[in-house]
């Protein structure tokens, strides 16, 4: 059976990150297949991330970075407090790769596999937040690769 929700649906978002990890789609329904060729031809998929936030504390996340003549507008997912971290927003990072902007989704910090504690709305968090946009500006190539930024998360 394959899931509408891949976001809602582990087992969906574990296969669609290996397709954009290795290409094969074979796994994949038609439309979700024709979705990951698409964005590994638009952007990089980098997975594995480590963004340091510092004190030692290090946050999982995963890149989309696209491969056209910049600048690109710049995408920041925070993660809803969720196991499955950064890749619940696999699919909508995909859409906007296509589009043609970098994105970075991470896991909060104290979920998955990102370090330090849970806080709620805090100044760790809203530093997290920076850090994560600092880092994703540096891998775009600069403050002048960056167009537009915005934050999108939901929880």
Do not use: C
């Amino acid at each position: 059976m394959v899931s509408l929700y891949p976001e809602l649906d582990e087992g969906a978002l574990v296969q669609v990150v290996q397709a954009l990890r290795t290409g094969d789609t074979s796994k994949l329904a038609p439309a979700r297949a024709a979705e990951v060729a698409e964005t590994r031809e638009a952007a990089t998929f980098l997975d594995g991330v480590k963004v340091p936030v510092g004190e030692g504390v290090e946050l999982d996340a995963a890149l989309w970075l696209h491969n056209g003549e910049g600048p690109h507008p710049l995408i920041v997912m925070p993660s809803p407090w969720a196991k499955q971290g950064w890749s619940v927003y696999t699919v909508q990072a995909m859409r906007f790769a296509r589009r043609g902007y970098h994105v970075l989704a991470y896991t909060t910090r104290g979920f998955g596999e990102s370090g330090g504690e849970v806080e709620v709305a805090g100044e760790k968090d809203i530093a997290d937040g920076i850090k994560a946009l600092d880092h994703l500006i540096s891998q775009a190539g600069g403050p002048g690769s960056a167009g537009r930024i915005g934050f999108l998360g939901d929880s």
